[in-house]
Nanobody, 124 residues
Framework: QVQLVESGGGLVQAGGSLRLSCAATGRTSIIGAMGWFRQAPGKEREFVAAVRWSGVWTNYADSVKSRFTISRDSAQNTAYLQMSRVNPEDTAVYYC?????????????????WGQGTQVSASS
């Protein structure tokens, strides 16, 4: 089993920056990739970004490409989402998730383990 705990959410002004963290514990050796998803009120959960646990690739949704950066520190078993030029459309609960797959997984069904979520609110 893998346990995930997110942190770093909060209120940010439009145009500002925020960094989310996701600490993984348990059987972290089985993780193939880590992803971030988000869910806004009344909307479906959507893919944001993913990173291969070995670090050889990253993948982004078009809506965040060039603004958000996903990274990981495998020694600390932690994944990060650096959010820049945040806008009100980025307001959502952000979830990190762990996949056993090693190919870029955009589909939430590929992810076996999920954190509890952290709220990000961007004011205009």
């Amino acid at each position: 089993q893998v346990q995930l705990v997110e942190s770093g959410g909060g209120l940010v002004q439009a145009g500002g920056s925020l960094r989310l963290s996701c600490a993984a514990t348990g059987r972290t050796s089985i993780i193939g990739a880590m992803g971030w998803f988000r869910q806004a009120p009344g909307k479906e959960r959507e893919f944001v970004a993913a990173v291969r646990w070995s670090g050889v690739w990253t993948n982004y949704a078009d809506s965040v490409k060039s603004r958000f950066t996903i990274s990981r520190d495998s020694a600390q078993n932690t994944a990060y989402l650096q959010m820049s030029r945040v806008n009100p459309e980025d307001t959502a609960v952000y979830y990190c998730a762990a996949s056993l797959a090693t190919t870029p997984p955009h589909d939430a069904r590929w992810y076996s383990y999920w954190g509890q979520g952290t709220q990000v609110s961007a004011s205009s």
